[in-house]
């Protein structure tokens, strides 16, 4: 994917904020939330008990802020 390609995101972001309980970031269609580190486990929980499957989580930051990527089943 080239830098600044806008993606066509067909995720009910909505629904994942409601899931998760707070509200991500939408840039070129990559809809993204940043948490920390206590969160992951709670956050995987609660997108697999909601039916989202292949969930990534990415840790590209020394204060171990944590992105999550994932997509609808």
């Given at each position: 994917?080239?830098?600044?390609?806008?993606?066509?995101?067909?995720?009910?972001?909505?629904?994942?904020?409601?899931i998760l309980g707070i509200t991500g970031d939408m840039n070129n269609g990559?809809?993204?939330?940043?948490?920390?580190?206590?969160?992951v486990a709670p956050v995987i929980k609660a997108l697999v008990g909601n039916g989202i499957a292949d969930v990534a989580v990415h840790n590209h930051k020394k204060d171990k802020n944590y992105l999550i990527k994932s997509k609808s089943s």
């Amino acid at each position: 994917m080239s830098i600044g390609r806008k993606v066509e995101n067909t995720i009910d972001t909505k629904k994942l904020d409601t899931i998760l309980g707070i509200t991500g970031d939408m840039n070129n269609g990559v809809y993204k939330y940043t948490i920390g580190p206590p969160e992951v486990a709670p956050v995987i929980k609660a997108l697999v008990g909601n039916g989202i499957a292949d969930v990534a989580v990415h840790n590209h930051k020394k204060d171990k802020n944590y992105l999550i990527k994932s997509k609808s089943s």
